[in-house]
C-alpha cells in the first residue's frame, strides 16, 4: 500500500499559481507512476497529469497543457504540480494518486491504486 500526503492547495485569483506537493511512502511505491486527478463539485474524478519514475514519460490532460507541470523527486519521494495561469474552471479538490502500473496503459481511475486524501484549490475570477 502506497501512502500519499497532499499540500499546497488555497484560494488564488485568476491568472495566479499554485504549487501541489504530494509526499509518498510505502514499500510499493518505489517505480510507480505518479500523478495528480481532480474533482469539482457534481463532476467526475478527472486525470490532470502523471510522470513516470525515470521522467521518460509526462502526460498532462488538454485543458492543462502549457500551463501546469508535473515534476518528481525520486529521492525525496515527492510529486509537485506546478499550476500556472490558473483559471476558474480548474477551481477542485486535487488528489495526488499513485498508479498500478510503471508505465499506465491509460490514465483514468481504474489505473490507479493509491490515492491521496485531496487538496482544495479555488480559483476566484
Known amino acids: 500500500q502506497v501512502e500519499l500526503v497532499e499540500s499546497g492547495g488555497g484560494l488564488v485569483q485568476a491568472g495566479g499559481s499554485l504549487r501541489l506537493s504530494c509526499a509518498a511512502s510505502?514499500?510499493?511505491?518505489?517505480?510507480?507512476?505518479l500523478g495528480w486527478f481532480r474533482q469539482a463539485p457534481g463532476k467526475a474524478r478527472e486525470f490532470v497529469a502523471a510522470?513516470?519514475?525515470?521522467?521518460?514519460?509526462?502526460t498532462y490532460a488538454d485543458s492543462v497543457k502549457g500551463r501546469f507541470s508535473i515534476s518528481r523527486d525520486n529521492i525525496q519521494n515527492t510529486v509537485h504540480l506546478q499550476m500556472n495561469s490558473l483559471k476558474p474552471d480548474d477551481t477542485a479538490v486535487y488528489y495526488c494518486?499513485?498508479?498500478?502500473?510503471?508505465?499506465?496503459?491509460?490514465?483514468?481511475?481504474?489505473?490507479?491504486?493509491?490515492w491521496g486524501q485531496g487538496t482544495q484549490v479555488t480559483v476566484s475570477s
Open positions: 510522470r513516470t519514475w525515470s521522467g521518460d514519460s509526462t
Open positions: 494518486a499513485a498508479f498500478i502500473m510503471i508505465y499506465p496503459s491509460t490514465y483514468d481511475t481504474s489505473s490507479v491504486g493509491s
Open positions: 510505502g514499500r510499493t511505491f518505489s517505480r510507480n507512476a
